[in-house]
């Protein structure tokens, strides 16, 4: 069975025929060409497919495409052309939080996640916030150190 | 390029990390691509009698055993293992076909109905039935490596040793957990292969694939492509799935792509080597330990890999940072019916440094020693003879480290403090190792086996192109190669450029391992830009070389194990903190404290990311890194149940440079990679130690052993 589901896409409206249960990030992937998500698990632990939906974070590989129906869905490659995303990715770069970058895009929309609810976070809340994102390579620290140079870059941003 | 070289500057593949610009193998798509997946044995250890395949749509193929040129083996350092299972399997998970179309679920459907009818033979799941077994798996004793390395006269020492010491010492398994999975798309064309990946030796998987295929050495080509970490899970393993990716491009007519689900790349690829230890000290009366018999075993799992140079490796860091002048050393690496253990970061030298550090405080406690003192009493320095007799001839700053970790983490205070605290109920510990690493290859492989070679090739427009097979997979090769590159002509960085190897293009530098590209790489780029300088004016366009030189003055014999195992050894000084609920005996790490010496650091910020990102694997593999197998399966075989630390379970790490540069290196560097891996497993579990006044002496610690120990003592 196939359904039309729309939803709003990196702030564009789109329409896409596929089965109800097809996960989200086998639709952006493969049906919108956008390969910033990432799958690193497919089980909803390593957070690599990171994106937003109506501004909170989920694991596009656990969510039904049905699901996303009238909803707002963005992306890396949304987030990309905002001031955000800039403010963002020159903390990463700066603080050295870029090692091997499978799991970089799903950080940035967890931080960003992050950000917009907390824009003052303690290191302790940006632990929280990217304790559903694994990286197997920074030991986690430099990434933290990013995201607090984000917070303070970005004041009033957020 | 400034002139102090070890100033961090922006990395050029962050920007498109970050956007998702980047293509990984699971991004890139060719025209007409099919997708392979992998059918598996399900049994640890058998006899295939018949595999029925079902009727086939339009458009799906099957590839195994007999799609392959004869005689099916795949040579890494042995020929033992076949591409497809010829007639046999030996682990739970080994290919024995592949599954190859366009849907995916299609391809699930096919896989689902095949039939593989085993006859079960008895498998080897233990260290001690591996030794004992009848039915060996390798060879006529089942034994991938039997190793002795000797120094001085160990029977002498035995007469006149005032004091012995014996313990024995386990460590486990460690997955890789490479956020990116093992992924490779092979492109048969015109009588020519071309394999893309994610790798760490592209010249591994071009000279597996032209002896398993008997091609001529321009029908293989091998591109890297973009690739999420590798930690030594990429450095045989991609040349097995290159050679069935291949196999199914020739059969198919059309490029296949093979990346691997994570549960898949857990439970089937490689890991490392789980170890059994046993040391006995003999000591004089002043608590020097005069000599040590060390017996290392190693798991191997059912195919030979690597197991052999990681042995080598464990045996000849077995006495550690300790200069301990008589030494008999055995060494077996043993076959298993389980998935095959390979590289993983540290190479062997993991599972030695957490047995001889457990090792040497178990000696102070038993005899009433200060541990720090006494093994400060028993600490190398230059000069001394290394565990095979080489020499180590350059300073050794071991004694300053300790003192400036001492200082750092407020060592001793916090050890008489935490002794009362924990009076309160309070189970606070605390721990420090010492350990080195060996830069390079074992022994004379730079030279005998690898003789490296690098290129650099001056444009028309003055930009300077590397050309090496080394990869980018996230430790920062890029921009270190770069940076010494940049350095050296004194030209802007933006003016060198590096692009991921491709076979038809670079030269063999050599595979992306061992912590050898700044060390060893890094400094023939170096030689070749200096040379390039001199020549700068000398046409419009140029290409320099520069080949391995073994170092003057250093020996090795590979049969003998005798003289310089390496030509340089970076050291580390690690203390971990940590404070254990009393009611669940589950670690927290509180603070952790790292002094390290690489000789000269080329770009701060890239070592500070070895730096945190290696404690902390090594944290994973001694606290929650959990996998056992079980009849033949892993038990933790899914990443919902194989655990690696998040950003929750790390603290901030306190790190310090404080170095002695090395002669042959780039600059003075040393090597770096996996040095950072060495320490915290043993630091962890001594803090581990402290806090509960028990004795540790097996990885990963978990609360239920520690439960047993109490209650039942040792």
Known sequence: ?158 | MGRDIALSIRRDDAIAKISGEAKYTCDVKFENMLYGKTLRSKIARGKIKSIKYPSLPEGYYIVDKDDVPKPNKLKILKSDMSVFAQDVVNYVGEPIALVVGEDKEIIDNILSKIEVEYENIQPILTLEEGLNTKEPIYGDNNLFADYVVEKGDINEVKNRASYVYEGEYETGYQEQFYLETQGIIADFKDGKITIYGSMQCPYYIKNALLDFFKADSDKIRVVQLTTGGGFGGKEDYPSLIAAQAAAASIKCKRPVKIVYDRDEDIEFTTKRHPSKIKLKSYLDDNFKVIGMEADIILDGGAYASLSEVVLQRAMFAISGVYNIENLYVKGRAVATNKAISGAFRGFGAPQAFFAIEIHMEHIAKKFNLNPLDFKINNLIKRGDKSSTGGTFRDEIKLKEMIKRAEIMSSYNEKKSRFKEERKEGKLKGIGMSLFFHGGGFTGSGERDHIKAKVKLLKKIDETVEILISNVEMGQGAMTTSRKIVAYTLNIPIEKVIFENPDTDRVPDSGPTVASRTTVVVGELLREAAEELKNRWNENETLIVEADYKYPEGYEWDGDKFKGDAYTSYSFGVNVVEVEVDSITYESTIKNVYAVYDIGQAIDERIVKGQIDGGIVQGLGYAGIEVMENKEGRFLQRTSSDYIIPTSKDVPYIYSELLCEPFKYGPYGAKALGELTFVGSPPAYALSVEDALGLEISNIPVRPENILEVLRHGK
Do not use: H
């Open chain 1, 1 to 158: 069975m196939e359904n039309k589901i729309k939803f709003i896409l990196n702030g564009e409206e789109v329409e896409v025929l596929c089965s109800p249960v097809k996960r989200l990030l086998d639709v952006l992937r493969d049906d919108f060409n956008l390969s910033g998500a990432k799958e690193g698990c497919g089980k909803g632990e390593c957070g690599a497919c990171s994106v937003l939906i109506d501004g909170k974070l989920i694991n596009s590989c656990l969510y039904p495409a049905q699901m996303a129906e009238g909803k707002e869905v963005l992306t890396i490659e949304g987030l990309k052309k905002s001031r955000i995303f800039e403010i963002l990715s020159e903390s990463f770069i700066d603080a050295g939080a870029v090692q091997c970058g499978f799991c970089t895009p799903g950080m940035i929309m967890a931080s960003y996640a992050l950000l917009r609810k907390n824009p003052n976070p303690t290191e302790e809340d940006i632990r929280e916030g990217l304790s559903g994102n694994l990286c197997r390579c920074t030991g986690y620290n430099m990434i933290i150190e990013a995201v607090k140079m984000a917070a303070k870059r970005g004041e009033g941003l957020w």
